[in-house]
């Protein structure tokens, strides 16, 4: 991915560049609200990252409204000190994807980002997601494992669902939170977990290779084949 | 602050006293003036009608028979009291009770008052002056010196009025000042020892009920208030002192140690990710913190919108029941079909699923938990979650809502102690109240709202479904 990070705290930004480079990504960096929309207007990204407070007179939802006005349309995930549900709300509402409070972990910034590049180029009209040998029918909503039918109750379709569209990509819990039980709160409990080993039991018991897969402090996530265990 | 006092009690001793002579003289003004018109305007009228009869008699029978009739009037009257005088051109005495023309008369005729010497003696007198034809002049007039002590009684009075007047306005204003001194001064050293820092302080409040009490019991409330204010963030920044040390004291003596024993690069790591999950916890409470700042501040409000409780505690049992299976939990769930407050969904969420997430912490294995969303008649909303499970004690439900509050059976179990008073917290918001009672056995916490259905609405739509999420029913 080539990302844009708008940042001013120069410890956050190293913090971020350098996981970014580990994980093969390439990174430009602005940190005033002024270069990064120039950079932001003049080159191509596949995901900008947006510090919501800059230094100047221009902020980052400032940037982001100017993007949008512009029809551009790269993916941004804004970053906020402010954690109020309002600010998250506003953020959102000024055209960006989405919003991490800081402080976070890498992991969890990561895996967001993967989730925006997935979701700027993804099929809207996709009608099934296949996984090795399992298969979601988006229309009949219908899981099938190989030749055997799989009945899940309508959250564990969605959490599969859910995992399957970002096939290959870490999914952290918080984003499990968000996007499938539209919890925007952190419920203090390892739930999150029990839906996943139940959802497992379902559809990766009884077959000999597991596809859900545990990444070590990030979140889950399915694969075809085994993959290698990530640290974030 | 006494400066202040001494002049606004001298201001108002002064007022009263200077009220005082204002009333003294609106009401001795009319008084003097009615008695000049009655008794000297009259007095002077009297005169000159007698002066005119003698101008009379002088015309008809001429200064010899004027003369005459004068001496004869003289000796019927009472020496001293009348003064009659006929008098030449040149002001010899011809008749009359003078033994000479007074002087201090004025040349011209008219009438006076003023005094004049009679018989070496100096007297105050009303007089007419008449001039007859043929250069002779008359003189009649009363001496008015007897109803000089009536004048000055009249002034004296007054002046033992405004006197009597300066001494009550003086005394008056000295116990004005001294009895509000007293209570300023109680107020100032209540106030003193307060700012000393002890709280418990309270204003001494009288039965009478008047002005000063009524402000007494105003900064009663308000020390009250400030005392529950002082003491809340006291035990929470203990608290948070306190909760922050743990994990903070296992984050230092982690890194201290890596320094110190340098393990290999394996364990190294372990320790790391150790250390970040300490960092976590931390950051988790600093969040459930400032979340809980953020609901006290009442910012949210103004994102209200209809949300369906009912609905929200669907999703939470939903959501919590796996784990409940694991533990051999069952769930009841009682609606009555959409429920609709004006709320914060996200917060409300969040009290519903702390209070299911409480619940099941507690319950214990096997137990079951119920709850159950009700419109009443008069429009509120309930939400209940209670369970079979050892409940709080008594002694204990009270404080189960304060910050950081951990029970006795709650510790060993995840959780900062925040998750009662975010709920407290949001039902507040809600203009609502969290109530936590007994459910035998067991705890029953009940979060009350508005309706946003008028209350004959809420009556017409009343239906009741249950529902039941059995441990062993993996599939309901």
């Known amino acids: 991915m080539k990302i844009l990070l708008v940042e001013d705290n120069e410890r956050v930004v190293r913090f971020i560049t350098h996981g970014l480079k580990e994980s093969g990504h390439t990174t430009d960096h602005a940190e005033n609200g002024r270069d990064g929309l120039f950079l932001a207007a003049s080159e191509r990204y596949d995901v900008i990252i947006m510090d919501r407070m800059l230094p100047g007179n221009l902020d980052g939802l400032a940037i982001i409204e100017a993007l949008r006005k512009a029809a551009n349309h790269t993916p941004i995930l804004i970053l906020s000190a402010l954690s109020d549900v309002d600010e998250r709300i506003n953020g959102l509402r000024a055209g960006g994807d989405d919003y991490l409070t800081k402080p976070f972990a890498f992991g969890e910034l990561l895996a967001r980002l993967d989730a925006l590049n997935r979701r700027g180029r993804q099929d809207a009209a996709q009608t099934t997601l296949e996984v090795d040998d399992l298969k979601m029918d988006l229309l009949s909503r219908r899981v099938v494992r190989g030749n055997r039918t799989i009945q899940l109750q309508p959250r564990e379709f969605k959490l599969l669902e859910y995992l399957m569209r970002h096939a290959g990509q870490v999914v952290t819990r918080t984003m499990l939170l968000e996007n499938v039980w539209d919890y925007h709160f952190d419920p203090q409990t390892n739930v999150v977990d029990v839906h996943i080993s139940k959802l497992r039991q379902k559809i990766d018991a009884d077959f000999e290779r597991s596809l859900v897969k545990t990444v070590r402090s990030a979140g889950y996530m399915i694969r075809a084949e085994p993959a290698l265990e990530r640290s974030g | ?476």
């Open chain 2, 1 to 476: 602050m006494t400066r202040v006092i001494r002049s606004s009690a001298a201001t108002l001793a002064t007022g009263y006293v200077l009220l005082g002579f204002a009333a003294l003289v609106l009401f001795a003004a009319p008084l003097r003036y009615a008695w000049q018109a009655t008794v000297e305007d009259f007095r002077i009228e009297l005169l000159q009608e007698d002066s005119e009869r003698f101008a009379e008699v002088f015309r008809l029978r001429g200064p010899a028979g004027l003369s005459a009739f004068l001496t004869e009037r003289v000796g019927m009257q009472i020496a001293g009291e009348r003064i009659l005088l006929l008098a030449d051109a040149s002001l010899r005495p011809l008749a009359g009770n003078l033994p000479a023309w007074p002087r201090g008369i004025p040349d011209r005729p008219g009438s006076y008052t003023l005094p004049v010497n009679i018989d070496g003696q100096r007297s105050m007198v009303s007089i007419v002056r008449t001039a007859l034809p043929g250069g002779y002049n008359l003189l009649v007039g009363r001496d008015v010196e007897r109803y000089a002590p009536l004048e000055r009684r009249f002034w004296s009075g007054l002046a033992a009025a405004v006197a009597v007047l300066s001494v009550a306005g003086l005394l008056g204003g000295i116990l004005i000042r001294r009895a509000l001194l007293a209570r300023i001064h109680g107020i100032q050293q209540t106030v003193a020892a307060i700012m000393r820092g002890d709280l418990s302080h309270r204003l001494r409040v009288r039965s009478s009920g008047d002005e000063l009490d009524i402000l007494a019991q105003t900064i009663n409330r308000l020390l009250e208030q400030i005392e529950q204010l002082v003491h809340g963030v006291a035990n929470v920044s203990n608290s948070i002192a306190h909760d922050l040390r743990t994990p903070l004291a296992e984050l230092r003596s982690r890194l201290e140690e890596l320094s110190l024993t340098r393990p290999s690069t394996e364990e190294t790591f372990q320790e790391v990710d150790a250390a970040v999950s300490d960092v976590d916890s931390v950051i988790r409470i600093f969040n459930a913190l400032l979340r809980l700042a953020e609901i006290d501040a009442g910012m949210r409000r103004s994102g209200f919108v209809e949300v369906d409780v009912a609905d929200l505690a669907g999703k939470a049992i939903e959501f919590y029941l796996p784990a409940a299976e694991l533990e051999n939990l069952s769930f009841v769930f009682r609606d009555p079909g959409p429920v609709l407050v004006r709320g914060d969904r996200v917060l409300l969420g969040q009290a519903i699923n702390n209070l299911v997430d409480n619940a099941l912490k507690y319950v214990g294995e096997g137990g079951r938990i119920t709850v159950e969303v009700m419109r009443r008649p008069d429009g509120t909303v309930t939400l209940a979650v209670a369970d079979n499970g050892p409940g709080i004690p008594d002694a204990e439900r009270s404080k189960a809502t304060q910050r950081f509050y951990r029970g006795d059976a709650s510790r060993g179990t995840p959780g900062v102690g925040l998750g009662l008073s975010l709920v407290e917290a949001i039902a507040k918001l809600h203009g609502g109240v969290l109530e936590l009672t007994d459910n035998h056995p067991g705890l029953r916490a009940q979060l009350t709202l508005q309706g946003s259905l008028a209350a004959e609405e809420a009556e017409s739509v009343q239906e009741r479904r249950e529902s039941l999420y059995v441990a062993s029913d993996s599939t309901s």
